[in-house]
């Protein structure tokens, strides 16, 4: 069994912390069969080395022990604590007496005499110096998840919870479920459970405050002649209209088709992006060249001038 002062047992057979029971057995056998005291006749540290070994291997490869070795570091092995409470967190606490006197809270009053006033109010007076139960995770939800909300399933602390995730929620959102955070055992007080959101990027859309923002490609004759085309919407396809003589980057908006806002919508604003081919056609370089012979406009005249240093 264990002696006094913590042991990573983990450490001592050299595996994870996530290690199955297999792997657990063949550390021990290989560092068995490298310390046993018949390969190491007359060396003490080695002699150790099997002790601890053997130790280590006792309570990993018990999935009680295991359990709560994992659950309370160095007090593992206390009594108190191997009778019950095995949903605690003990790491609220600095060390084991804290623990206890949390737990019992303080009997005894001035000059040693019971005090009967300080009996009755146990409860009472054993959270007078309150602990922060309150357990935080992170979170990673979908685009389309935090633009129409969902129902997630989460085990916390052995629990299984469902959490609803409202819709339009952004990365750093938190949510705050009641009581399903840590316990404080003996007193039956229960912290809140911190949930940090994190929405996952998507490929064409971006915030801009409460706005959806996308750029959308469009072709030289769109930009020039104008047009109407399809474009994509969270909500499904709709129809873009591109005005005559719109300019690369200019932005185009849709009311109310962006990210919701409580009961209302956000706008979805498209960035136009000019996209030439790689390679024109033949006819194509034929008509530009025809646009170039007819242009009458020097788009340069004005700024000749105004870079001339």
């Known amino acids: 069994m264990p002696v006094s002062g913590f042991r990573d047992y983990f450490n001592i057979l050299g595996i994870d912390r996530n290690a199955d029971t297999s792997t657990i057995k063949a550390a021990f056998r290989k560092l068995a069969r490298t310390y046993h005291p018949d390969v190491n006749q007359g060396d003490p540290k080695a002699e150790a080395k099997f002790k601890e070994i053997n130790e280590a291997y006792e309570i990993l490869s018990d999935p009680d022990k295991r359990n709560r070795y994992e659950q309370y570091g160095k007090y593992w092995d206390k009594s108190f604590v191997r009778d019950g409470f095995s949903s605690f967190d003990f790491s609220n606490y600095e ?33 007078k110096k309150p602990f922060n139960l309150d357990a935080e995770i992170s979170l990673k939800i979908t685009f389309i998840e935090a633009f129409q909300g969902s129902l997630r399933t989460l085990t916390v602390n ?15 959102t938190r949510l705050r479920v009641k009581e399903k955070g840590n316990l404080q055992p003996g007193i039956g007080r229960r912290g809140d459970l911190n949930i940090n959101l994190e929405v996952q990027s998507h490929k064409i859309w971006r915030f801009e405050g409460n706005h959806l923002v996308g750029d959308l490609p469009v072709a030289l004759d769109e930009l020039l002649l104008g047009a109407t085309v399809t474009v994509m919407t969270p909500d499904g396809e709709a129809q873009l209209v591109i005005p005559p003589s719109t300019l690369p980057d200019q932005r185009l908006r849709l009311k109310e088709k962006g990210w919701p806002i409580n009961n209302s919508r956000g706008d979805l604003i498209l960035v136009v992006k000019l996209e030439l081919p790689e390679k024109w056609t033949k006819r194509e370089l034929e008509l530009l060249k025809e646009l170039n012979e007819l242009r009458i406009i020097n788009p340069r005249k004005d700024w000749l001038k105004l870079a001339c240093l």
């Open 95 to 127: 060390n084991f007496d804290e623990f206890v006197n949390d737990l019992l809270g303080r009997f005894v009053g001035g000059g040693g005499a019971t005090n009967s006033s300080t009996q009755s109010d146990f409860f009472r007076n054993s959270s």
């Open 158 to 172: 052995r629990e299984i919870i469902k959490v609803k995730i409202p819709k339009g929620i952004k990365t750093g």
